[in-house]
């Protein structure tokens, strides 16, 4: 996944996207053109859709989110431009804007930002890395999206408009760790998966699921502070999860957890193994970092004939997760 700039290719998808975040609310402004004037709005930066001030997030030609944001200068200039657009429509659509702009810059100063749209399959995301990522005194949004505001700390307050709800945050977040640690005994007839990559061995891990103990030891990192329970508590060695792959585990726990408002910063690790997994260590980091979506770290240890690992009995993985809750 990676983030992209509007253009050509794309653009009828981030409209869309856009118009989708509060499609009652543009069908009654607008009425049965809305997706329309959005895009012409785009194509001419018509405020508040610049396409600068667009954050989109791109797997393979699918957008997977958009946000869309304005500071206050947005909302001060550049509306005769609508003219353009709306031709004598202006005058009813014109009102009902800048009423809802005037409402919205009442308590807005320099140095807050305003959500203008946010969607997707990755919108958390894309929330949290707003947050993190602008200097800022408060955001400011408009939306639909009561649920989503709401778990990650945002407060209600007065709406400009009856279809939409507005919520406010001053700029904090909380950082949190979390360890986890796991093993797994070395047999004969398994597959040996590390991080989600299958190992060249004749040994395997033995295990209920695929005995991806790099894996299980992050996510027990993640649900012991999150959750306050450990991974079989979620995870049981049922009929569901016999053979599971551990990576789709992750995915399950990162979806979860980045909708409560948490998100992983970074990821530490130790893989003590008996089984040389240098030459892998590329993969396993990209393959990981695809789901967390964050930095991982992974060293090798050998055990040095200390450790029960060095007589191959076994692959123990431990890691430090940092996560920030919004």
């Not at 919520?167 to 093993?183: H, M, Q, R």
């Not at 103990?213 to 999150?226: E, F, K, N, Q, Y």
Request: charged share 30%; with cysteine; proline share 3%.
């Amino acid at each position: 996944m990676e983030q992209v700039k509007i253009t050509g290719q794309n653009i009828d998808q981030v409209v869309n996207m856009v118009y989708l975040d509060k499609k009652e609310f543009y069908d009654e402004l607008f009425g049965k053109n809305a997706v329309r004037y959005i895009k012409e709005a785009f194509d001419d930066d018509i405020p508040p859709f610049i396409k600068s001030n667009t954050v989109i997030l791109q797997e393979r030609e699918e957008i997977k989110g958009v946000l869309l944001y304005g500071d206050k200068s947005v909302f001060r200039r550049g509306y005769q431009k609508w003219f353009k657009v709306l031709g004598l429509k202006i005058f009813p659509v014109g009102s009902k804007m800048i009423y809802i702009i005037e409402r919205l810059l009442i308590d807005f100063s320099v140095d807050d930002l305003y959500i203008v749209s946010l969607y997707g399959e990755t919108k958390e995301f894309l929330l949290y890395n707003f947050i993190k990522s602008n200097r800022y005194k408060k955001i400011i949004a408009d939306t639909s999206d009561e649920k989503l505001f709401k778990s990650f700390g945002f407060s209600e307050v007065k709406s400009a408009h009856p279809k939409l709800k507005r919520f406010e945050k001053f700029c904090d977040y909380e950082d949190l760790s979390g360890i986890g640690w796991d093993t797994h005994p070395l047999v004969k007839g398994r597959k040996l998966i590390i991080g989600g990559i299958e190992i060249d061995s004749e040994l395997g891990l033995s295990g209920h699921s695929d005995a991806d103990v790099l894996t299980h030891a992050i996510i027990d990192s993640l649900v012991g502070m999150i959750y306050k329970k450990d991974i079989g508590v979620l995870f049981p060695e049922n009929e569901e999860n016999k053979d599971r792959k551990s990576l789709e585990m992750l995915q399950f726990v990162i979806n979860d957890m980045n909708k409560k408002g948490y998100f992983t910063s970074s990821i530490d690790c130790v893989v003590i193994s008996p089984i040389r997994l240098r030459e892998y260590r590329e993969q396993i980091i990209a393959s990981l970092e695809s789901v967390l979506r964050c930095p991982v770290s992974v060293k090798f240890k050998s055990g040095n004939n200390v450790y029960p690992e060095s007589d191959m009995k076994g692959v123990t993985a431990m890691c430090i997760s940092n996560i920030n809750r919004i």
